[in-house]
């Protein structure tokens, strides 16, 4: 007998079950706890898992899923535990955080997307994403479809500066930010998108 302890939401039981049946039909002292804890964990979307055995004829199973983070580029997702794993076809992602960059530098794009995120949420701005190219260099989008170049050196202290000044610069003009670039040692250029179209109504008799 098969006993699964998990709260399973991506991973399948009848793949739990695939798995395990070769293992239990060996007999209880010859089913290697190991190997299939190993190919347990070799899932896609299995974090942890512990096989056990329970006298007289039982499997007792506990299984960890990866829990989704942030969306990690166009196809795949960062889990809580650090990982990168394939995004799987119907999951709604659409509310979890827009990172991107090279796969070794997760730790480092989430750590300026948590920086992001509360100094621009202190300004009444919204976050939308984060990414980092090949060449270690920032680029942010901000609620309104605004483009943040910040370049590759000082990306924290370049924020800090636009964000001072970000609802002052878009309360004193008619036209939306369009993009900003941080890239200069004192100060940032700014370009401008077109402005709203106000929406007047007409009484018809």
Not at 50 to 66: A, G, I, M, R, S
Request: glycine share 6%; hydrophobic share 40%; proline share 6%.
């Amino acid at each position: 007998r098969l006993r699964v302890h998990a709260p399973m939401v991506q991973v399948a039981p009848e793949q739990v079950q695939q798995i395990l049946l070769p293992y239990a039909r060996a007999g209880y002292f010859a089913v290697d706890l190991h190997a299939a804890q190993d190919q347990l964990e070799a899932l896609p979307w299995v974090d942890s898992a512990k096989v056990h055995k329970q006298w007289p004829d039982v499997l007792e199973v506990t299984l960890h899923e990866h829990q989704p983070l942030a969306r990690w580029g166009d196809e795949r997702l960062l889990s809580v535990q650090g990982k990168l794993i394939a995004t799987p076809p119907g999951l709604d992602v659409s509310q979890l955080p827009d990172l991107g960059g090279p796969d070794s530098q997760t730790t480092q794009v989430l750590e300026l997307y948590h920086f992001a995120h509360a100094l621009f949420a202190g300004q009444g701005q919204q976050l939308q994403r984060v990414r980092m190219d090949a060449r270690g260099s920032w680029e942010l989008r901000l609620a309104g479809d605004i483009d943040v170049v910040v370049g590759r050196h000082d990306a924290r202290r370049r924020l800090q500066r636009f964000a001072r000044v970000l609802p002052q610069l878009a309360a004193s003009q008619k036209a939306p930010i369009a993009r900003a670039d941080l890239r200069y040692t004192n100060g940032f250029t700014l370009s401008w998108g077109s402005p709203a179209v106000a929406k007047t109504t007409q009484d018809r008799t």
